[in-house]
């Protein structure tokens, strides 16, 4: 709930101050969709030129082309978007939030990094200038636990995504006891690849 209103103030921010209109506001508008408004077409514009002139004028070897969105399907295949451009995504039956599953094992393992963290300030206060960092990640049992442990979750994620065996990525979740980030729910659907892809036809229908 925090995000969605921290959300809100950034979208109502960005509108009054000209960087952003609701998608045909003055029909109704369109849900979730949104146009430049006029100090926001600027700075886009801006942050374009920006990119074009690190990216193009300052390499020697690179030029830059201005190719049509609609290509032949062999071409998305060979730059590897219909293999790879999915997100394994997972649904909260509860709230009906809808997650990465990769996000939220990231974030499980950002926690315990941070509990790591909060280990190593602690003894870096204590001893002060003879702390020895080094020493002491590779030999205090909980920062090692926390070690492992992420490097586990991260290897068995990764291993799994890779063999798109997406039962063992929710078996995983639900092995760490992962909750929804804003209702607290551990009732999962199974996870899903969802294609960011969009099929369209080119000529008469």
Not at 58 to 84: C, E, F, R, Y
Not at 108 to 132: N, V
Not at 177 to 198: C, H, Y
Request: hydrophobic fraction near 40%; charge should be negative; include cysteine.
């Amino acid at each position: 709930m925090a995000n969605e209103d921290h959300f809100k103030k950034v979208v109502s921010h960005a509108k009054e101050y000209g960087y952003i209109f609701g998608s045909s506001e003055i029909y109704d508008g369109l849900s979730a969709v949104y146009d430049y408004a006029q100090n926001g077409v600027e700075l886009k514009k801006n942050i374009r030129e920006y990119w074009w002139r690190s990216m193009v004028y300052m390499h020697q070897n690179i030029v830059g082309i201005d190719a049509a969105i609609l290509m032949h399907p062999t071409t998305w295949k060979a730059s590897g978007h219909v293999d790879a451009f999915n997100d394994p995504l997972i649904d909260n039956k509860d709230s009906k939030k809808r997650y990465r599953a990769d996000v939220l094992l990231e974030d499980y393992c950002e926690k315990l990094e941070q509990k790591a963290q909060k280990e190593i300030a602690k003894a870096q206060k204590r001893f002060g200038d003879a702390f020895d960092e080094a020493q002491f990640v590779a030999t205090h049992p909980r920062v090692v636990r926390y070690r492992e442990q992420q490097k586990e979750i991260l290897n068995r994620m990764a291993t799994s995504l890779d063999a798109e065996d997406l039962a063992d990525v929710k078996a995983l979740i639900e092995e760490l006891e992962i909750a929804d980030p804003e209702t607290g729910s551990r009732n999962w659907t199974d996870v899903k690849q969802f294609n960011l892809m969009f099929g369209t036809k080119l000529g008469a229908s």
